[in-house]
């Protein structure tokens, strides 16, 4: 299973909106409801912040959403946030019944 | 609130063995899916394996299958990694997670595997 394709880095000025994408398969992202977004500040645990595709978790800010559209799923960050700067992974179910994750998009907030 | 605390990693030779260990406190331990995933040095994520809230099914990953095996203790709230003949290529911090709204939440503190000889 290859890993889903995401962009390895996306910036923003603080205030300003960047969508990460977040490409796979009709094996994958295209068939299930079931891609979940995660941040991670490196050294700590990584956190949910959006599953089947669009919905939020409790407690997690609004200024993230999740958008899917065919074979490609988006995580937007509105309001960007010096704090939002961390690694974030896209992660799908596949027809294989196993989960495959993105490459990882660095996000820097400059 | 739920707590997961990992335990087991270290130092291993190639073609070693390790066992890793993740308790679950705050939760109907017995009701939910677990899964291990790891993140190899400067990689991302990477799917490890998934197991069922009663023990069943387990699914793995390509790159550990017959390798590793998942299995847990629900009287004892434990989830647990065994990994043989393990190569360099597996060293990683693994995390343990629950299976929860049809992702992976909350992830345990991770536990540091180094292959080496």
């Known amino acids: 299973q290859s890993a889903l394709t995401q962009p390895a880095s996306v910036s923003g000025s603080p205030g300003q909106s960047i969508t990460i994408s977040c490409t796979g398969t009709t094996s994958d992202v295209g068939s299930y409801n079931l891609v979940s977004w995660y941040q991670h500040h490196p050294g700590k645990a990584p956190k949910l912040i959006i599953y089947?595709?669009?919905e939020r978790p409790s407690g997690v800010s609004f200024r993230f959403s999740g958008s899917k559209s065919g074979n490609t799923a988006s995580l937007t960050i509105s309001g960007l946030q010096t704090e939002d700067e961390a690694d974030y992974y896209c992660c799908s179910f596949t027809h294989s019944d196993t989960w495959v994750f993105g490459g990882g998009t660095e996000v820097t907030v400059l | 609130e739920v707590q997961l605390m990992q335990s087991g990693g270290g130092l291993v030779q190639p073609g070693g063995s390790l066992r890793l260990s993740c308790e679950a406190s705050?939760?109907?331990?017995?009701?939910?899916?677990m899964t291990w995933v790891r993140q190899a040095p400067g990689r991302g994520l990477e799917w490890v394996s998934k197991i069922g809230a009663g023990g069943s099914p387990i699914y793995y990953a390509d790159s550990v299958k017959g390798r590793f095996t998942t299995s847990r203790d629900n009287a004892r709230n434990s989830l647990y990694l065994h990994m043989n003949s393990l190569r360099d290529e597996d060293t990683a911090v693994y995390y343990c997670?629950?299976?929860?709204?049809?992702?992976?939440?909350?992830w345990g503190q991770g536990s540091l595997v180094t292959v080496s000889s």
């Open positions: 089947e595709d669009v």
């Open positions: 997670a629950v299976y929860m709204y049809s992702a992976f939440d909350p």
């Open positions: 705050g939760l109907f331990f017995n009701t939910y899916s």
